[in-house]
C-alpha cells in the first residue's frame, strides 16, 4: 500500500462520497504511479503519499461535496495535468463520460498509462482550451466542466464555459482567497452565457482553506468567444 487508504476514505466520507475496496485500490495504483512519473516529467510539487491523498485525491473529492453529478453526467476536465480533479472524480464514479484536455502532450502520456494501470477509459484530448472551444464535437456538448489551479477565473470562464450546455455547470477550484478573484470575473461570467450559482469556502482538513465556485450555464455562448488565445490575455473580459 502506497497512498494512507484509510484516511483516503475518511477524508471522501467526510464530503458523502463512500469509497469501495476498487476504488481504494486504483487510488493506490495512481498515486503510485504519480510519483514514479514524477521522477521523470515534472508533474506535481506534492509527492508524499500523505500529501497526494489530502491535497491531490481528496480535494479533487471535495467537488462531489457541493456539485451534484448526474448519472452519465459528460465532464471535461480542462488543463487536467496530471488528472486533477478529473482522474480522481472518475475513479470514484466510473459512470460519468470524461474528457480529460491538456496543452501538455507529455502529461497526457501519464494520464493514458495510468488509466491503462488502473482499468478506466477516459477521452484524451490535447489541445488548448480555447481551440477545443471552437471545435463543434466540443462546444456545448458537456454536462460539466471542472478546472484546478489553471487560470485567473476571468480568463478560464472562457476556457470553460463553451464547452457546457445550457443548463450544465462550470465548476471552478480555487485555494485560498479567491473573493477578488471571483468579483473580478463577474462580467465576463455573464457575457459568456454563465450566472455565478454558489460559492463554497471550507477547510480542507489541515491543507487549509479552499473554494468551490459553481457557475449555471444559463444561454448559450456568443460565436466569438473563446476567441484565440494571445487575445484572450492581451484584452481579457472586463
Ligand atoms: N488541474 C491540474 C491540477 O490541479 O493539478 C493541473 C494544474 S497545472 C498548474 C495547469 C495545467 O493547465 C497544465 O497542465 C497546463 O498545461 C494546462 N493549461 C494551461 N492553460 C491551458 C490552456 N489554455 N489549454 C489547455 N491546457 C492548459
Known amino acids: 500500500m502506497f497512498i494512507p487508504l484509510q484516511k483516503l476514505k475518511e477524508?471522501?466520507?467526510?464530503?458523502?462520497?463512500?469509497?469501495?475496496?476498487?476504488?481504494?485500490?486504483?487510488?493506490?495504483?495512481?498515486?503510485?504511479?504519480?510519483?514514479?512519473?514524477?521522477?521523470?516529467?515534472?508533474?506535481?510539487?506534492?509527492?508524499?503519499?500523505?500529501?497526494?491523498?489530502?491535497?491531490?485525491?481528496?480535494?479533487?473529492?471535495?467537488?462531489?461535496?457541493?456539485?451534484?453529478?448526474?448519472?452519465?453526467?459528460?465532464?471535461?476536465?480542462?488543463?487536467?495535468?496530471?488528472?486533477?480533479?478529473?482522474?480522481?472524480?472518475?475513479?470514484?464514479?466510473?459512470?460519468?463520460?470524461?474528457?480529460?484536455?491538456?496543452?501538455?502532450?507529455?502529461?497526457?502520456?501519464?494520464?493514458?498509462?495510468?488509466?491503462?494501470?488502473?482499468?478506466?477509459?477516459?477521452?484524451?484530448?490535447?489541445?488548448?482550451?480555447e481551440e477545443a472551444g471552437q471545435n463543434k464535437l466540443y462546444r456545448e456538448k458537456f454536462d460539466i466542466a471542472t478546472a484546478r489551479a489553471v487560470a485567473n477565473l476571468r480568463e478560464l470562464s472562457e476556457y470553460c464555459l463553451p464547452f457546457v450546455k445550457p443548463g450544465g455547470r462550470f465548476v471552478s477550484m480555487k485555494a485560498a482567497k479567491a473573493g477578488e478573484e471571483i468579483d473580478g470575473a463577474e462580467k465576463a461570467i455573464t457575457v459568456l452565457g454563465g450566472k455565478t450559482e454558489s460559492i463554497h469556502n471550507f477547510e480542507l482538513f489541515e491543507a487549509g482553506e479552499r473554494n468551490i465556485i459553481i457557475i449555471k450555464k444559463i444561454s448559450p455562448t456568443i460565436a466569438k468567444y473563446p476567441r484565440p488565445s494571445a487575445k484572450i490575455a492581451k484584452n481579457p473580459l472586463e
Open 11 to 129: 477524508y471522501a466520507l467526510s464530503f458523502g462520497v463512500q469509497l469501495d475496496d476498487t476504488a481504494l485500490e486504483r487510488f493506490d495504483i495512481y498515486g503510485k504511479l504519480l510519483a514514479e512519473w514524477n521522477e521523470k516529467i515534472n508533474l506535481t510539487a506534492i509527492t508524499d503519499p500523505e500529501g497526494i491523498a489530502l491535497k491531490h485525491f481528496a480535494d479533487s473529492l471535495s467537488v462531489l461535496r457541493y456539485c451534484e453529478i448526474p448519472e452519465e453526467a459528460r465532464i471535461i476536465d480542462v488543463g487536467t495535468g496530471a488528472g486533477f480533479p478529473g482522474l480522481a472524480l472518475l475513479i470514484s464514479r466510473p459512470d460519468i463520460k470524461l474528457t480529460l484536455l491538456d496543452s501538455t502532450k507529455k502529461k497526457l502520456g501519464v494520464i493514458e498509462d495510468i488509466l491503462k494501470n488502473i482499468g478506466l477509459e477516459a477521452e484524451i484530448l490535447h489541445s488548448r482550451a
